[in-house]
């Protein structure tokens, strides 16, 4: 990096400090009328999810999810495909995760089975919105999203029907053996090996977009899906690998729950990880590397909402949620001055 | 079947179409002008929340309704400032919208009832005739009286001339001396209002409560019920009743019991429904050619 | 025989006067002090390349834009347009060179949207007043227009002449056209000329802006010629020639000018001869479009060369975009192929890109590069599937870098470097990039799309000399453009279309009125 670029990269770290301090005024304000200190806030929020290495491994918990749907999401928004059916995608991979979990299946190919289960199960979701968009013209982003509601009510379905346990006493389903759990990393906190498997995937998923053939065909058909079209890129068997490459991963996400946190498949059990994935992406302005930050990130304020809740009366933990909002148009805002900047200093002529 | 129970049927159906219907006409001046706005599902959350608020503070559902209104404007105002002001993607825009309103009802009910335990007494819209569940208030009517208004307002004024132009070639309104950004910060204010109307018929007006999240999705099938209505206010009409008259139904028979299929299975009819109906209008519906775009006036 | 001339001002004041006008774009000075007037019944031409400044000018005029400095005078008086409502309620209108009708609106709703504010405010709905105040006009021009259908339907020249309907109102004294025979056949131009002159004899004053020589000399008395935002040159039509007014036009100083007008169709290109194997032998036919009954491209047959340029000139929209999507592997035909040395390709882009065919497409914006990546790669969709560029999945970017920069070098591409993202290039250079991609390993054969559209004249030259080198490389090039001009100064052989169909193959020495005909519809033994 030589020290224009140096420069430039530092001026335009400056620019996003002022306009994510803008907008957490903003949020400031609205805890003050709330009725509490958003400095306790703070400190409650950090408290809860770095206080102690019980929390800071819940907060990496909590980031596992976040980090493979950002994932998804950026891989899907490279593409110009509005895909924001993660949620939906990560719960059929849950299901398909628990249903391959507890099946009669020899002992050691349960984990991965479960796992393929649930990978699989997602790109199958996401490729219904992908198929309506190619051969029907149906924007992803609606059908994504309705998407979503069915999936929630096909989990509502799952743990009282097909899914529930054997004793049908509660809308869940029979825990996990042991051999379908994903080990402990550390004893005596919840983090499990799905943490790596979600950081290497980052790296592979960066690898994927920056240096292969398949890669580089999804980042033009983003960049000018006519270029890519002229140029003999295969625009729509790009857009479909995308959409299957995309929901694998939130897929992927929500059998990593099951088999790592959650043993045991029950309803509610995302607090919303897809939708939060599109904070996650955008922030990370789609570059996979930097979803790994911007996952940690929302899984720190994740761990932390309760806290907030519990520590200062008043405040509740959806706080979290407004925090996403603030921290999103303070980067639209940002998106905005750069573009100005860069229209006013001309580009080379 | 007899007459009563079709009777009631239909009125219910025309009760629970109102927010639909309130969201989908919004977004159909929204996107003739050419602004999707992905936010009409927070927009109506907010409504939701502000009516009960009116309500229960003044003992008057229809301040309540007002409050609704000017709150989903104000919370539009930002959608406009972001999408068409600093020119951002509207889908994006729209869906931080509702990320906002999600957590800021929360965040604003919890404080208000003290964390979420206590239960507010808030009066509803009186209704006009009937009662129970076939009951008809101020509101259903306001809603469908809107559908004609509209109507005329989009085919029958030079102002719907020129917000049809603005959706489709905007220079060309613009040449014709509209201001493109005013039009679409207009008509993206006027869909807040009108969301906060949905809003107000869902939470003092079919419910009288409100939830975190109880808009469950009606405002992504408002979006739905404006491409099936083909962007028209009829259209509108029809497409909301369509899909009230399923939510009625699988309400019923689940109440019913009629089928012994769990109850799961009927909420996702909505949902299906209007995945399948946008699959089948799918390709051959052409939406404003300039939709979603931004616009920069000369 | 005309009705008076409803407003007549004195000679020695004109109509409307800009002073001194000055418009800068950040940095960029698109006008520099420039002075243009109208009188009325005047026809007054302003001539100028692309870029040169003039719908600049028209649009300060008309309101849309506003100028940096400098002042308009109406009969003498100062005026300040803040929109182009303004304007119009000065009697200032403009027929624009892209057509502002909304397609899906009807005749009827069109002219409404740009009707008159005194008909009444936005709640109103004075439809019959509108059409009834258009139909005069119409009726006055002998017009037949169907008002009910959606305009998006209507032929070319009907819509321009909606687009006339939409300018002209009772007061309207001032009426600017820009190119507006850009988009219009030979036949229909005239009836457009006879259209300006009648406006004119009833006293209004016309701008008619164009590039177009031969059209200026018929139609025009007075002309303005702009080079690079400055008034260069003012004259009469009768007190010069097309070879001055093409010196004004395009710098006597500037070597371009000598490439773009001094030299003759080339004649080192070769011709196929009989019994030589052509390198490229096009013959299809592509059916009608859904819900469509006219064929899209009828019996197109012809061969091209080794080293040889074929041209195919024609008015826009005839089927060049059908045609070039068909040589480019994008279309397949419904009848038909496309043979290169003899060989049937399959039809695909990448097929035919790996066989040597090397695409220069009409939009290089949108189909020729993605904007937003980098030169690097922007050039790597020309190669990124080439055994030397990867191994197995993985991409070799370092020696695709090494190869764009030795690319920026070989094609003189301005930018800071490979990494240059082509959105901050200029529109010349955005073009090199697409050259370069196309040219960069000796095609076989090319097939460029009016592949100087929108670029300034030194730009233009360059892009003629790599077409010239290709084909001096032994390339067999296919050049479709719309610009007449253009193919005569380039091609060996020139084809001509029509709605679809070849009306006639010709040297590029053929006369100009040949030409017109063959562009008309009117097809030409031989």
């Known amino acids: 990096m030589n020290a224009r670029s140096a420069a430039e990269t530092l001026r335009s770290a400056g620019l996003l400090a002022v306009c994510l301090s803008g907008g957490l005024f903003a949020l400031a304000l609205v805890i003050l009328l709330v009725g509490a200190s958003p400095l306790s806030v703070a400190a409650a929020l950090w408290q809860g999810a770095f206080g102690s290495p019980y929390n800071a491994a819940d907060t990496l918990v909590q980031t596992v999810p976040l980090l493979l749907t950002g994932l998804a999401v950026a891989l899907s928004f490279r593409c110009q495909l509005f895909n924001i059916g993660a949620e939906g995608q990560l719960l059929v991979g849950a299901m398909a995760a628990t249903w391959a979990g507890t099946s009669p299946l020899p002992a050691p190919l349960l984990l991965p089975m479960a796992l393929l289960a649930g990978a699989g199960a997602g790109a199958l979701w996401s490729g219904i919105a992908g198929l309506l968009r190619l051969y029907r013209g149906v924007q992803e982003v609606l059908s994504s999203l309705l998407l979503n509601f069915v999936a929630i009510q096909m989990l509502a379905w799952m743990v ?57 065909a999804l980042r033009v058909v983003g960049a000018g899906p006519a270029a890519a079209e002229a140029a003999g890129i295969p625009v729509r068997r790009t857009m479909i690998e995308t959409f299957l490459l995309s929901g694998a991963l939130s897929g992927l996400a929500g059998a990593i729950q099951v088999t790592g946190v959650l043993y045991r498949l029950s309803e509610g059990f995302s607090p919303g990880y897809g939708y939060t994935a599109i904070a996650v992406a955008l922030i990370a302005n789609l570059s996979p590397l930097s979803v790994i930050p911007s996952a940690l990130f929302f899984g720190a304020l994740t761990t932390g909402g309760p806290a907030v809740q519990q520590s200062i009366p008043g405040v509740s933990s959806v706080v979290v949620q407004v925090l996403q909002a603030v921290a999103l148009f303070s980067l639209l805002a940002y998106a905005r001055v750069r573009e100005r900047q860069s229209q006013t200093a001309g580009g080379v002529r | 079947m007899n007459t009563a129970l079709i009777l009631a049927f239909a009125l219910q159906s025309l009760t629970y179409g109102a927010p639909f219907l309130f969201a989908a006409l919004g977004e159909v001046f929204s996107e003739r002008s050419g602004v999707i706005n992905i936010g009409l599902e927070g927009l109506m959350l907010v409504g939701a929340l502000a009516a009960i608020m009116g309500s229960a503070i003044t003992g008057d559902p229809m301040i309540g309704v007002v409050w609704a209104m000017l709150a989903a404007t104000v919370v539009s105002a930002l959608f406009a400032l972001f999408a068409i002001g600093l020119k951002r993607d509207q889908v994006i825009v729209g869906t931080t919208v509702n990320f906002l309103a999600l957590g800021l009802t929360g965040m604003v009910y919890r404080a208000w009832t003290g964390g979420g335990g206590r239960v507010i007494p808030a009066k509803t819209i009186p209704a006009l005739f009937g009662n129970g569940g076939t009951a008809v208030n101020a509101l259903t009517l306001l809603a469908l009286l809107l559908v004609p208004v509209a109507h005329g307002l989009l085919f029958r004024t030079r102002f719907g001339v020129t917000i049809r132009a603005t959706g489709e070639v905007p220079a060309a309104a613009a040449a014709a001396g509209a201001r493109v950004n005013v039009l679409r910060t207009l008509t993206t204010l006027a869909t807040g209002a009108l969301c906060g109307l949905g809003g107000a018929s869902l939470s003092i007006g079919i419910a009288s409560t409100f939830t975190e999240g109880m808009t469950s999705g009606r405002g992504f099938i408002a979006l739905a019920v404006v491409v099936f209505g083909r962007w028209t206010p009829f259209g509108a009409l029809a497409a909301s009743l369509l899909f009230a008259a399923a939510d009625v139904a699988q309400a019923r028979l689940q109440a019913a019991g009629w089928f012994s299929v769990p109850y799961p299975l009927f909420l996702m009819v909505p949902y299906v429904l209007t995945l399948v109906a946008l699959t089948v209008r799918g390709a051959r519906v052409q939406s404003p050619a300039a939709l979603g775009q931004s616009f920069e006036q000369g | ?417 490979p990494d240059a993202l082509t959105r901050s290039l200029s529109g010349g250079n955005q073009q090199k990039v697409v050259i370069a991609r196309a040219l960069a390993d000796t095609p076989r054969a090319v097939i460029a799309v009016n592949p100087t559209r929108g670029l300034d004249v030194g730009a233009i030259a360059f892009v003629y000399d790599a077409l010239r080198r290709a084909r001096d490389e032994g390339a067999a090039i296919v050049l479709i453009s719309t610009e007449l001009e253009e193919i005569l100064t380039l091609a060996d052989r020139v084809a001509v279309l029509y709605e679809g169909r070849i009306t006639g193959i010709v040297p590029p020495t053929t006369s100009r009125e040949t030409f017109g005909l063959l562009m008309g519809g009117q097809g030409v033994a031989g």
């Open chain 1, 160 to 216: 009282r029907g097909p899914l529930q346990e054997a004793e049908k006493a509660f809308p869940q389903s029979d825990p996990l053996l042991i051999p379908a759990r994903l080990s402990l990393l550390i004893p005596g906190t919840r983090l499990h090996s799905g943490a790596v498997l979600a950081l290497l995937l980052a790296v592979v998923v960066w690898a994927y977009l920056r240096w292969t053939v398949g890669g580089f």
């Open chain 3, 1 to 417: 025989m005309h009705p008076t001339p409803s407003v007549q001002t004195p000679p020695s004041v004109p109509l409307l006067a800009a002073e001194q006008i000055v418009k800068r774009f950040g940095a960029f000075v698109a006008l520099d002090h420039v002075d243009f007037e109208i009188r009325s019944g005047e026809i007054h031409a302003l001539l100028g390349e692309n870029g040169a400044g003039k719908s600049t000018l028209m649009n300060i005029l008309s309101g849309l834009l506003r100028p940096t400095e400098g002042r308009i005078l109406l009969d003498g008086t100062a005026v300040r347009f803040s929109s182009p409502s303004d304007a119009e309620r000065a009697g200032i209108g403009m027929v624009h060179q892209h057509f502002l009708l909304v397609p899906t609106l009807t005749v009827r709703e069109n002219l409404l949207l740009s009707a008159e504010r005194s008909f009444g405010g936005p709640l109103s709905y004075p439809l019959q007043r509108t059409v009834e105040q258009a139909r005069a006009v119409a009726d006055r021009l002998g017009w037949n227009i169907p008002w009910d259908s959606l305009a998006g339907r209507l032929p070319v020249g009907t819509q321009q002449r909606i687009e006339i309907l939409k300018a002209l109102r009772g007061e309207t004294r001032l009426l600017i056209f820009d190119e507006p025979t850009a988009v219009l056949t030979p036949t229909e131009t005239p009836e457009l000329f006879d259209t300006i002159r009648r406006l004119a004899e009833e006293g209004r004053g016309i701008v008619f802006i164009s590039h177009k020589l031969n059209e200026v000399r018929d139609l025009a008395g007075r002309v303005t010629v702009l080079r690079r935002g400055k008034v260069v040159f003012r004259t009469t039509t009768d007190a010069t020639d097309a070879t001055g007014l093409a010196r004004a036009m395009v710098g006597e100083d500037s070597e371009a000018a000598l490439l773009l007008n001094a030299s003759p169709p080339d004649s080192s290109g070769r011709r196929t001869t009989t019994g030589e194997a052509p390198r490229l032998s096009v013959d299809l036919s592509l059916g009608p479009e859904l819900g469509q009954h006219r064929n899209r491209l009828t019996e197109i047959r012809f061969d091209v060369a080794a080293g040889e340029i074929f041209g195919i000139a024609g008015v826009d929209g005839n089927g060049q975009g059908e045609l070039a999507d068909c040589l480019s592997g994008l279309q397949r035909p419904d009848r038909g192929a496309v043979l290169l040395d003899g060989v049937s390709l399959p039809v695909a882009p990448a097929a035919f890109r790996r066989n040597g065919i090397a695409i220069i497409p009409a939009d290089r914006q949108r189909r020729g590069l993605a904007l937003p990546m980098s030169i690097t790669e922007n050039v790597a969709l020309g190669a990124y599937d080439k055994a030397e560029y990867r191994r197995g999945p993985i991409l070799l970017w370092p020696a695709l870098t090494r190869r764009a920069a030795g690319l920026i070098a070989r094609f003189d591409i301005r930018a800071s470097g």
